[in-house]
Antibody, heavy 121, light 107 residues
Framework: QLQLQESGPGLVKPSETLSLTCNVS??????????WGWIRQPPGKGLEWIGS???????YYNPSLKSRVTTSIDTSKNQFSMKLSSVTAADTAVYYC?????????????WGQGTLVTVSS | DIQMTQSPSSLSASVGDRVTITCRAS??????LNWYRQKPGKAPELLIH???TLQSGVPSRFSGSGSGTDFTLTITSLQPEDFATYYC?????????FGQGTKLEIK
């Protein structure tokens, strides 16, 4: 059974960089059938796609965050990561990592449990 | 960006009821439409992909229909675990976008 687990600091200061890693177990991150992505959810609000990455390192991002976000993938460790720079209180959210299934028209079919990141001094 | 609008935003129903949630896209998303259920404090879980395909392991009381800009999620015979928030999401083109959610509450 595929499992995804986010990790990273739960508290980040304004203007600093938020860094998260998603560890994937029970399956290979190098499969050509899947992309890997990040989604966030501010407390009490809806879901926002942040960006996605392929095992080759190819990336695409939400234009609303593109200037501040970078993602990377480490196939040797079976994990991928995200960095969001110049954070503000508006970036406080639960951050999820998820798998996008190419063959099923790109739904997010597996999700991590999510990690709450609070931006505060 | 394709804007996704769900209706209603909230809904009250009883165990055993049949409910329908609607999702409308601001432009065609073909059948690249997915439905998720999110229980409080948990990650969303995929119910339906490609507008009408039931995800493996999901109970058959869930069904989806539609194409283009108009989609529906139907739940027959509501169970206690179905009282949650439901989201539609288009995966036709990036940026992938979600509806604002429909909160299904116990009457």
């Amino acid at each position: 059974q595929l499992q995804l687990q986010e990790s990273g600091p739960g508290l980040v200061k304004p203007s600093e960089t938020l860094s998260l890693t998603c560890n994937v177990s029970g399956g290979s991150i190098s499969s050509s059938s899947y992309y890997w992505g990040w989604i966030r959810q501010p407390p009490g609000k809806g879901l926002e796609w942040i960006g996605s990455i392929y095992y080759t390192g190819s990336t695409y991002y939400n234009p609303s965050l593109k200037s501040r976000v970078t993602t990377s993938i480490d196939t040797s460790k079976n994990q991928f990561s995200m960095k969001l720079s110049s954070v503000t209180a508006a970036d406080t959210a639960v951050y999820y990592c998820a798998r996008l299934n190419y063959y099923d028209n790109y739904p997010f079919d597996y999700w991590g449990q999510g990690t709450l990141v609070t931006v505060s001094s | 960006d394709i804007q996704m609008t769900q209706s209603p935003s909230s809904l009250s129903a009883s165990v055993g009821d049949r409910v329908t949630i609607t999702c409308r896209a601001s432009q065609s998303s073909s059948i690249y439409l997915n439905w998720y259920r999110q229980k409080p404090g948990k990650a969303p879980e995929l119910l339906i992909h490609s507008a009408s395909t039931l995800q493996s392991g999901v109970p058959s009381r869930f069904s989806g229909s539609g194409s283009g800009t108009d989609f529906t999620l139907t739940i027959t015979s509501l169970q206690p675990e179905d009282f949650a928030t439901y989201y539609c999401q288009q995966s036709y083109t990036a940026p992938y976008t979600f509806g604002q959610g429909t909160k299904l509450e116990i009457k």
